[in-house]
């Protein structure tokens, strides 16, 4: 089974950059989008980021014009470039990768952002 394994968590001061990074055990043919998830404690999982093979990409209203997502579809990795971070930020990211047919969807184990003030 084809695992994603996601890296670049921490802890940062407000206006700060991180960048996550996703990356498959194993290059995937079948993918369609690959995308970024963030949930805070006792909040509704949220989508942040996603893009799709042709490289169109779709952002929350809360992180456009901060958040860069850039993936390499063949490679099945996915980086998340986090600027101006704020608070509100704060919370567990994970990625996710969709396939075409919908049965090798994956998520990673998640990594903690947390954005002091």
């Known amino acids: 089974q084809v695992q994603l394994v996601e890296s670049g968590g921490g802890l940062v001061q407000a206006g700060g950059s991180l960048r996550l990074s996703c990356a498959a055990s194993?290059?995937?043919?079948?993918?369609?989008?690959l995308e970024w998830y963030r949930q805070d404690s006792g909040k509704e999982r949220e989508l942040v980021a996603q893009i799709w093979t042709g490289g169109h990409t779709n952002y929350a209203d809360s992180v456009k014009g901060r958040f860069t997502i850039s993936g390499d579809f063949a490679k099945a990795t996915v980086d998340l470039q986090m600027n101006t971070l704020k608070p509100e930020d704060t919370g567990v990211y994970y990625c996710?990768?969709?396939?075409?047919?919908?049965?090798?969807?994956?998520w990673g184990q998640g990594t903690q952002v947390t954005v002091s003030s």
């Open positions: 194993s290059s995937i043919s079948s993918v369609y989008t």
């Open positions: 996710r990768l969709t396939t075409w047919n919908g049965r090798g969807d994956r």
